[in-house]
């Protein structure tokens, strides 16, 4: 009896994923639905144990290593004229397949984008450029900053218009990233190529001589899988997944097939989940552990000792490996829990210098903020396009909640499962960080002391947050799934 059913409730999701597939993109509907049911059906008959799997149900091929990773080049401060950077949305093409050209889309080139460093206290303005035919935005990741310069889908540029923004950089030390923003089109746009990441220094930071000698021993490293076509193309309609669309290449800052070259001792690599919706739950090959010293939003008060991580879309970690102490450094790889090469390491004989601290930061929440009563409470719900936030979709013209500026409030997330058990949701807040109180009534664990704007939660979680904004403004809140984003998973909060 209990197969009977699970058959039928496949059954109906299958139904309904053709449904979707048909109405959303009309021709391409044949293509997209047989990608796209191909997916869930296999993912739901592996999972036939207890439910239909959610979890990353393409497994990716390994690197083969035959390419020295990309490492974004930093973006060049202007040094005359009223702004301190520009910034331009564009399409290009790049050379990712052996004798195959993919069309791209790239701030200031072809590909990804540059690395935007700026440092705690300065002001900055940058000039906000769109060079693609559609609408775009620019929305600065993890950054405290007004609601008119976070870059939401309130804020389009036309193609053709440009836009200068200024803001002050209140917050200390992290690793933040860029990427568009527009109503409903997020996800096709960052697979196409736009995200860029964007580091905060601050003076604490630059006095605990950790590695950060840019592309030396401190390197970029954002993830994103991609799925190519036979001409080599990234045909977002083809590959699309209305619960996320995943790819069975993984690129590493824009390098498939890459490996890395390191020196002996410490090296830090800044994780970015850039995906649309892969979780990477990565390790070394070797099982030696490594040093987790950053969250999405600044430096954890000590290293944690990690063997394994998980970083779900649009979560971030600074971790540090040693080099110098591994087993098996001639193997050693970055590795996902498939065992799947996500990384390899080619450790030569360069020298470097750099700590590891044994205290970090001063990252607390206090006896207040865990004791103030709940004020908000969020539940997530839903998978493929009937995704939910307290049961509404997202409208632009609809405020869901207030808040006043400056004052801390307990928010309750929790993540309904479904019949079929649920999916992973990682939940995104705009315009500030916030701290984890508890997850399950539970302290959580060390590596999410620390600021978060990201947090994801298993099906049937309950994660309680303190959380303030800085500055005013209407800020969205969303599933970082992008499919789930642009299918509504989102409501939005105006700070006054
Ligand atoms: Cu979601």
Same mark, same amino acid.
């Given at each position: 009896m209990k197969s009977l059913m699970k058959w039928l409730i496949l059954a109906v999701i299958s139904s309904l994923i053709a449904g979707c597939s048909m109405s959303s993109t009309g021709?391409?509907?044949?293509?997209?639905?047989?990608?796209? $049911?191909? +997916?869930? &059906?296999?993912s739901g008959m592996d999972g036939m144990d207890g439910h239909m799997d959610h979890d990353n149900p393409l497994p990716l091929k390994d690197s083969n290593g035959f390419n020295e990773l990309a490492v974004s080049p930093l973006l060049e401060k202007n040094t005359a004229g009223d702004v301190d950077y520009t910034l331009t949305a564009q399409k290009g093409n790049q050379l990712l397949l052996e004798g195959q050209t993919t069309?791209?889309? $790239?701030? +200031?080139? &072809?590909?990804l984008g540059p690395v935007l460093k700026l440092r705690q206290g300065e002001t900055v303005r940058i000039k906000t450029v769109n060079a693609l035919d559609e609408d775009t935005t620019f929305h600065w990741h993890g950054l405290d900053v007004p609601g008119d310069v976070d870059g939401g889908p309130h804020n389009p540029l036309k193609p053709g218009e440009e836009r200068i923004i200024e803001f002050n950089v209140t917050q200390e030390a992290a690793t933040l990233w860029f990427h568009p923003h527009p109503h409903g089109k997020t996800s096709e746009q960052v697979y196409k190529g736009l995200a860029g990441?964007?580091?905060?220094?601050?003076?604490?930071?630059?006095?605990?001589?950790?590695?950060?000698d840019y592309g030396i021993n401190d390197f970029p490293v954002l993830l994103q899988d991609r799925a190519f076509t036979k001409t080599g193309e990234l045909n977002y309609e083809a590959a699309y997944n209305s619960d996320g669309t995943l790819g069975d290449r993984l690129l590493v800052n824009g390098t498939l097939d890459p490996k890395l070259s390191v020196p002996q001792g410490k090296v830090r690599l800044r994780l970015v989940n850039g995906s649309n919706a892969r979780n990477y739950t990565v390790a070394l090959s070797s099982g030696d552990s490594f040093q987790q010293i950053a969250t999405d939003g600044g430096l954890l008060n000590e290293p944690v000792a990690m063997d394994t991580l998980k970083l779900t879309p649009a979560e971030r970690a600074e971790i540090i490996i040693d080099f110098d102490g591994l087993q098996d450094v001639e193997n050693l790889s970055l590795v996902d829990d498939q065992g799947t090469i996500l990384l390899p390491f080619a450790v030569n004989d360069g020298q470097t210098s750099s700590e590891i601290p044994a205290k970090l930061n001063s990252f607390e929440v206090t006896g207040e903020e865990r004791n103030l009563p709940v004020t908000k409470r969020l539940e997530l719900f839903g998978m493929m396009d009937m995704v939910t936030i307290n049961g509404k979709k997202f409208d632009m013209n609809r405020i869901d909640m207030t808040q006043k500026v400056g004052e801390t409030e307990v928010w309750e997330l929790t993540n309904k499962p479904d019949p079929m058990g649920g999916?992973?949701?990682?939940?995104?807040?705009?315009?500030?960080?916030?701290?984890?109180?508890s997850v399950n009534g539970k302290e959580p664990d060390d590596n999410l002391k620390g600021w978060k704007d990201t947090v994801a939660l298993e099906p049937g979680d309950r994660v309680k947050i303190a959380i303030s904004f800085k500055n005013k403004g209407v800020y969205m809140y969303h599933c970082h799934i992008l499919e789930h984003e642009d299918n509504g998973m989102m409501g939005q909060i105006e700070v006054n």
């Open positions: 021709e391409e509907s044949t293509d997209k639905h047989s990608e796209n $049911g191909m +997916n869930h &059906d296999m069309e791209t889309y $790239g701030y +200031n080139g &072809d590909f990441l964007l580091y905060i220094e601050d003076e604490h930071s630059d006095s605990l001589n950790l590695p950060s999916m992973i949701h990682p939940f995104h807040i705009h315009g500030t960080q916030f701290k984890v109180i």
